[in-house]
């Protein structure tokens, strides 16, 4: 990605191209459409199909009316929090079409089991009735029974996958990670001044998402070392020059008590005066206590949902809004968005990778040339035990 314009601290722009952002327009999701109605409460309620009464109890509803099909293809897992995870990136998609787009799409949810073939005939099943987008809870060889289903019918695909996943052409990663939080994190603390970087990895296999995250400091216009792995025991000697002249240091998500390092570290070669440290949302409780990481930046996803849909979710579905749902909920709006602008057209690689992006309930997002997904997020620092909020997303990307 191209550098560009960086924002100072405390500002609404991010270190990042500076493009303009259609919020909720182009989403179909302006502010005061977001607002509940009686009529989006019943909707909510009774536009749902009940799933069927058989012995598999497999999810088959259709929402909205509209002319453009969309399909939601769940698959169906062992372990009870990827049932879970389905369940609500599906009430999140159903709700964002009966609040949204219930004349505009007509969405077919259904459900299938964990195998291949299964996969593929819920897929035929969906594309004979002519989707024009199909958005899944998926993953790895599953899209190769999704793609042979399809055959030679190009729909675009929006997966509940991270950018670290391997994905086929045509198929769009949809969630954020804590890879993603660090880049984003590192564009705030380059917004603060600072330049040079380092890394920190838990270990050799960490290095690849690590160096995702370098690159992006580098197209940023930093500078950053070479990696640092943290299972050697510590900070060699090769390291020392670098470790001393950053300015920014990044623990990756999977180093284990980051503190005890940054402590043994800073005891081996002092650190640089003012140097920012750049976390990830998976700090434990300890974490969180530890003085050495007192200031540190976390970007932060999950915090505008309740603002955006969190009583409309309660309202229809009787539990808090999580960022599963936030996830289905934009990206249904999305698709909505993109019909109430295009029609029938609406879902070229041009239109879904549009720069200026799309804004839903997660925050400002668009998906990008090389085939990942980016999102703005909110700023947390680390203070007295916990995340401490500091500056909200900025409304551009």
């Known amino acids: 990605m191209k550098s560009g314009k960086s924002r100072k601290a405390g500002e609404g722009s991010v270190r990042l191209p500076v493009l303009a952002i259609i919020l909720f327009a182009l989403a179909g999701c302006q502010t005061d459409a977001l607002k509940p109605t009686d009529a989006d409460k019943a909707a909510a309620a009774g536009q749902n199909n009940p799933p069927p009464t058989g012995d598999s109890g497999l999810y088959n509803q259709t929402l909205g009316a509209g002319s453009v099909r969309v399909g939601f293809l769940g698959v169906r897992r062992i372990d009870q929090p990827s049932r879970q995870a389905d369940s609500e990136y599906r009430d999140g998609a ?23 073939e299964a996969i593929e005939a819920a897929v035929k099943s969906l594309s004979s009735q002519n989707m024009a987008m199909l958005i899944t809870t998926a993953r790895g060889s599953e899209f190769d029974a999704i793609k042979k289903a399809l055959g030679q019918r190009q729909v675009p695909i929006l997966a509940f996958q991270t950018n670290e996943a391997a994905l086929p052409e045509g198929v769009y990663p949809f969630v954020s990670s804590p890879v993603d939080s660090m880049i984003e994190g590192a564009s705030f603390a380059m917004a603060e001044g600072a330049r040079q970087a380092v890394i920190v990895v838990s270990s050799a296999a960490e290095k690849i998402e690590a160096g995702r995250v370098a690159r992006q400091i580098t197209a940023f216009g930093g500078k950053v070392a070479p990696l640092i792995d943290a299972s050697t025991g510590g900070l060699g000697v090769k390291h020392q020059a670098s470790w001393s002249a950053a300015d920014m240091v990044v623990l990756m998500p999977g180093l284990k008590k980051p503190g005890e390092f940054i402590k043994k570290a800073d005891a081996t070669k002092p650190p640089k005066p003012g140097r920012r440290l750049v976390a990830s949302t998976v700090l434990t409780s300890a974490d969180l206590s530890d003085p050495k990481l007192t200031g540190a930046i976390v970007c932060r996803y999950d915090q505008n949902i309740q603002a955006r849909i969190g009583k409309r979710y309660i309202d229809s579905y009787g539990m808090p809004v999580s960022p599963q749902a936030g996830y289905g909920f934009d990206a249904m709006a999305m698709t909505i968005g993109l019909v109430n602008s295009y029609g029938d057209l609406a879902f070229s690689p041009q239109r879904m990778k549009a720069p200026e992006g799309f804004s839903g309930s997660l925050g400002v997002f668009r998906l990008e040339e090389n085939g990942k997904v980016r999102r703005n997020c909110d700023i947390f620092k680390v203070a007295k035990g916990s995340y401490v909020f500091f500056q909200r997303a900025p409304a551009t990307l």
């Open 94 to 116: 159903a709700l964002a079409v009966n609040t949204l787009g219930s004349e505009t799409v007509k969405l077919t949810m259904l459900e299938t089991l964990e195998k291949p």
